[in-house]
């Protein structure tokens, strides 16, 4: 560890952090706000936020669960981290935000510039597969629902009739 240390010491001017970061987004276009400890833009119409220590380039995406349907987020969040190589998607502990994490090894601003597009792109690509996993689940369950709504609609015309159940 100390030699990385001494490696970013010797290009000062080079070096990564929360400012420089704020800048190259600045010349992007993204349009951040710049915390104490954080970048915060938008992604798609969500929350992203980006922090940066020691060396640990950090993109976070927030959005909120719809509480009706919990199970299906979660079962859709494991089915997309499956798929995904470096984005992790956690539910938080208020069971009412998902996160789409996504964390890398970057060291000065040649790689932010290098890395940052991409991983917005990793975590683009992770909400993509979440979405088309929550309409299949969705789609599922309705149809499940509907097949046993039919039978029970089948059922009572039976019983109404007189008919035996079969």
């Not at 798609?44 to 299906?72: H, P, Q, T």
């Given at each position: 560890?100390g030699?990385?240390?001494?490696?970013?010491?010797?290009?000062?001017?080079?070096?990564?952090?929360?400012?420089?970061?704020?800048?190259c987004?600045?010349e992007?276009?993204?349009y951040?706000?710049?915390?104490k400890?954080?970048?915060?833009?938008d992604?798609e119409?969500n929350?992203?936020?980006?922090?940066?220590?020691?060396?640990?380039?950090?993109?976070?995406?927030?959005?909120?669960?719809?509480?009706d349907?919990?199970?299906?987020?979660?079962?859709?969040?494991?089915?997309?981290?499956?798929?995904?190589?470096l984005?992790?998607?956690?539910?938080?502990?208020?069971?009412?935000?998902?996160?789409?994490?996504?964390?890398?090894?970057?060291?000065?601003?040649?790689?932010?510039?290098?890395?940052?597009?991409?991983?917005?792109?990793?975590?683009?690509d992770?909400?993509?597969?979440?979405?088309?996993?929550?309409?299949?689940?969705?789609l599922?369950?309705?149809?499940?629902?509907?097949?046993?709504?039919?039978?029970?609609?089948?059922?009572?015309v039976?019983r109404?009739?007189?008919k035996?159940?079969?």
């Amino acid at each position: 560890m100390g030699q990385y240390k001494e490696k970013r010491a010797k290009n000062p001017h080079n070096s990564l952090n929360m400012r420089s970061i704020f800048r190259c987004m600045m010349e992007e276009g993204y349009y951040p706000t710049y915390e104490k400890t954080h970048i915060i833009f938008d992604v798609e119409d969500n929350v992203a936020v980006v922090e940066y220590d020691e060396g640990i380039l950090s993109i976070r995406i927030f959005f909120s669960i719809d509480e009706d349907a919990y199970d299906l987020f979660l079962e859709a969040s494991n089915a997309a981290m499956l798929d995904t190589f470096l984005v992790r998607p956690v539910i938080l502990d208020n069971m009412k935000n998902i996160m789409f994490s996504c964390e890398m090894m970057c060291d000065n601003v040649r790689e932010f510039r290098k890395f940052f597009p991409r991983g917005i792109r990793y975590l683009r690509d992770a909400m993509i597969l979440h979405k088309a996993e929550m309409k299949r689940l969705v789609l599922t369950e309705n149809v499940s629902s509907a097949t046993v709504s039919a039978a029970e609609d089948t059922s009572m015309v039976s019983r109404k009739a007189g008919k035996p159940l079969s």
